[in-house]
């Protein structure tokens, strides 16, 4: 079921990102916890964006047999059917996710991950200043540094966020509208507009909650701007050929991508897969 889970949440990105993601910020080759902590990561979210679309889907077999006019029609328990098997479905996911403590797993192996990449940034700390550029200026300089990777993850999460919200007021408005229409056009059909679209507006709005995209985004901007500060110290420490200045930078680098990063997890604690 995890992958599943994955897949909808990646899927849920494309859909409101379709320009692409983040970069990656180094081969995961030699740190498989890397791949797992963002395996089991991504499956939680897309637990919690399941549990939303599944809350929709259930308002929409609820007002399905009004708006298809088959409310007293022997058809109309097949919706019935479909309602119940989908509530069941909510809380199989739920279960599930507190079952397998997706998200206890997704936080210490994030951890270990970052303490895993970092260990050569550590270690360059009692080297020469060659072997500290070996290995602060690959995080601080190139297409895949980490600078490069927070910024596009802020614009990708703040990408994803903003599609999220148009769409969810796109929606209102074509409710809105339909509720008007309702007034003089006594359509059975037009519940679908008056009655699920809302609800659909309304999980969207909760997944874009639970997700908490736009603080991530933010944790990353900040995360970036710090560490284009800590490069300009340490071009000019290696500029004037002080290594004790260009120790401390690394030092200080090491610290906030390894224990000073915590806001990340600050949000992740906050994620709770809950009944829509």
Same mark, same amino acid.
């Given at each position: 079921?995890?992958?599943?889970?994955?897949?909808?949440?990646?899927?849920?990105?494309?859909?409101?990102?379709?320009?692409?993601?983040?970069?990656?910020?180094?081969?995961?080759?030699?740190?498989?916890?890397?791949?797992?902590?963002?395996?089991?990561?991504?499956?939680?979210?897309?637990?919690?964006?399941?549990?939303?679309?599944?809350?929709?889907?259930?308002?929409?077999?609820?007002?399905?047999? /009004?708006?298809?006019?088959?409310?007293?029609?022997?058809?109309?328990?097949?919706?019935?059917?479909?309602?119940?098997?989908?509530?069941?479905?909510?809380?199989?996911?739920?279960?599930?996710?507190? *079952? %397998?403590?997706? %998200?206890?797993?997704?936080?210490?192996?994030?951890? @270990?991950? +970052?303490? !895993?990449?970092?260990?050569?940034?550590?270690?360059?700390?009692?080297?020469?200043?060659?072997?500290? *550029?070996?290995?602060?200026?690959?995080?601080?300089?190139?297409?895949?540094? @980490?600078?490069?990777?927070?910024?596009? %993850?802020?614009? @990708?999460?703040?990408?994803?966020?903003?599609?999220? +919200?148009?769409?969810?007021?796109?929606?209102?408005?074509?409710?809105? #509208?339909?509720? /008007?229409?309702?007034?003089?056009?006594?359509?059975?059909? #037009?519940?679908?507009?008056?009655?699920?679209?809302?609800?659909?507006?309304?999980?969207?709005?909760?997944?874009?909650?639970? #997700?908490?995209?736009? *603080?991530?985004?933010?944790?990353?901007?900040?995360?970036?701007?710090?560490?284009?500060?800590?490069?300009?110290?340490?071009? *000019?420490?290696?500029?004037?050929?002080?290594?004790?200045?260009?120790?401390?930078?690394?030092? !200080?680098?090491?610290?906030?991508?390894?224990?000073?990063?915590?806001?990340?997890?600050?949000?992740?604690?906050?994620?709770?897969?809950?009944?829509?």
């Amino acid at each position: 079921m995890n992958k599943f889970y994955e897949s909808l949440f990646l899927a849920y990105q494309r859909i409101f990102d379709p320009s692409g993601g983040a970069s990656k910020r180094h081969s995961t080759e030699n740190y498989p916890i890397d791949s797992l902590a963002t395996h089991l990561g991504n499956a939680y979210r897309g637990s919690g964006v399941l549990v939303g679309l599944l809350g929709a889907m259930i308002i929409f077999c609820a007002v399905a047999p /009004v708006g298809f006019g088959v409310l007293h029609d022997h058809s109309a328990i097949y919706f019935g059917i479909a309602e119940v098997i989908l509530m069941t479905w909510v809380l199989f996911t739920i279960f599930s996710a507190h *079952q %397998k403590n997706l %998200k206890g797993r997704w936080i210490e192996a994030r951890k @270990q991950a +970052e303490i !895993e990449r970092y260990a050569p940034l550590k270690e360059s700390m009692t080297k020469d200043l060659a072997g500290l *550029q070996a290995a602060a200026l690959p995080l601080l300089d190139g297409a895949n540094c @980490q600078i490069t990777y927070n910024r596009k %993850k802020h614009a @990708q999460y703040h990408a994803i966020e903003h599609s999220a +919200e148009k769409a969810t007021l796109i929606g209102f408005g074509l409710s809105l #509208l339909a509720a /008007v229409l309702h007034l003089v056009v006594h359509a059975d059909a #037009l519940i679908f507009l008056t009655a699920f679209l809302p609800a659909m507006v309304g999980a969207l709005h909760g997944i874009n909650s639970f #997700l908490r995209l736009e *603080q991530l985004a933010l944790d990353h901007q900040k995360i970036a701007a710090e560490l284009e500060g800590m490069k300009a110290s340490f071009t *000019q420490a290696v500029g004037k050929n002080d290594l004790n200045a260009a120790r401390l930078v690394v030092d !200080e680098m090491h610290s906030l991508l390894t224990e000073g990063h915590l806001g990340w997890i600050d949000i992740a604690n906050r994620l709770e897969v809950r009944a829509p």
